[in-house]
Nanobody
Framework: QVQLVESGGGLVQAGGSLRLSCAAS????????MGWYRQVPGNQRELVAA???????KYEDFVKRRFTISRDNAKNTMDLQMNSLKPEDTAVYYC???????????WGHGTHVTVSS
């Protein structure tokens, strides 16, 4: 089993920055790709950015050049630096880890990000 704990959410004004962190514990050797997702009430959870064990990254268009995902495999942590935040970035942000072992996919409990206009 893998446990994921997010931190770093909060309230920020538009144009501001926040840094989210995700700490992984448990069967971490089984983890390969990790990512950040977000969800607004009434909407589906959507991918924000993902990063492989080797450091390869993927960003959704709506966060490119504003958000940066990073990962420290030695510390079992993953961060999301969010700059130039917009009100439409307001959501619950979830840490995700893909594992080579069942159940293959893990989620954190989420952290709230609110961007005021």
């Amino acid at each position: 089993q893998v446990q994921l704990v997010e931190s770093g959410g909060g309230l920020v004004q538009a144009g501001g920055s926040l840094r989210l962190s995700c700490a992984a514990s448990g069967s971490i050797e089984s983890i390969h790709t990790m990512g950040w997702y977000r969800q607004v009430p009434g909407n589906q959870r959507e991918l924000v950015a993902a990063i492989t064990t080797a450091g390869g990254t993927k960003y959704e268009d709506f966060v490119k050049r504003r958000f940066t995902i990073s990962r420290d495999n030695a510390k079992n942590t993953m961060d999301l630096q969010m700059n130039s935040l917009k009100p439409e970035d307001t959501a619950v942000y979830y840490c995700n880890a893909e594992s080579s072992k069942w159940p293959y996919n893990y989620w954190g409990h989420g952290t709230h990000v609110t961007v005021s206009s």
